[in-house]
């Protein structure tokens, strides 16, 4: 079947880590999914639908189990990701669902003949003696604070801080950045995402930098 990804991916050869949906650990048996019956699902040379085709895996077959080794697209699908050494709170589970589910994940997959190549986590999940396991749907996340700012020619921008404080959203220009939290000895707010875009400051004037760089000021609603 023809999977159409075209987001770049970072690359992690980590060891597992404490979300198996970001990185399955090594051996982790997995089964297609959301596959027709008659269709194959394609093991290509890397994470990329353009990537040479080297195997295709049908749905049911056995013996299909993770190598370890992950692919994530840049940005938030990454940052989030990347995050998970500690296990996420409900928000990060949620990005890390909704990236799998866009195709924004890939998995390095071994078949039991021996064939090893990537495939989409799209259409992977975690497997127990070839039953698919569902997992719960995400609670919704805890809202600590929510911030309005005045952006000067940017416009408006609105931080929403989840319970814990080490992830918030920052929605300005009509897109919304995940961030995460890095501790700063004077300022009560910085984050950062993978992706270079950063908040610095406080609730009366804050600084937020695009991921290509740019900045603006703004001061508290």
């Not at 909704?98 to 799209?122: F, L, P, T």
Request: aromatic share 6%.
């Amino acid at each position: 079947m023809l999977l159409r990804f075209l987001a770049v991916l970072a690359f992690s050869a980590l060891p597992a880590l404490a979300e198996p949906i970001c990185d399955p650990a090594k051996g982790t048996a997995l089964a297609v999914v959301g596959v027709a019956a008659n269709d194959t699902l394609n093991m290509r040379a890397a994470p990329s639908a353009s990537a040479a085709l080297i195997a295709r895996i049908r749905p049911g077959e056995s013996g299909v189990t993770a190598t370890g080794r992950v692919a994530w697209a840049k940005g938030q699908c990454h940052t989030t990701c990347s995050g998970a050494e500690g296990g996420l709170n409900d928000t990060g589970r949620s990005i890390a669902y909704g990236c799998k589910a866009s195709g924004k994940i890939w998995y390095e997959v071994r078949r039991r003949n021996g064939d090893i190549g990537w495939a989409s986590g799209k259409f992977l999940d975690l497997a127990d003696d070839g039953m698919v396991i569902e997992p719960p749907p995400p609670p919704k996340p805890e809202i600590e604070a929510r911030l309005q700012y005045t952006c000067g020619s940017a416009g408006a921008m609105t931080v929403v801080i989840y319970k814990g404080g080490k992830t918030a959203d920052v929605s300005i220009g009509g897109k919304t950045y995940l961030v995460l939290r890095k501790d700063h000895l004077v300022l009560r707010f910085s984050y950062a995402a993978g992706d270079g875009a950063r908040l610095r400051g406080g609730t009366e004037l804050i600084e937020w930098r695009w991921p290509g760089g740019n900045k603006v000021t703004c001061t508290g609603a």
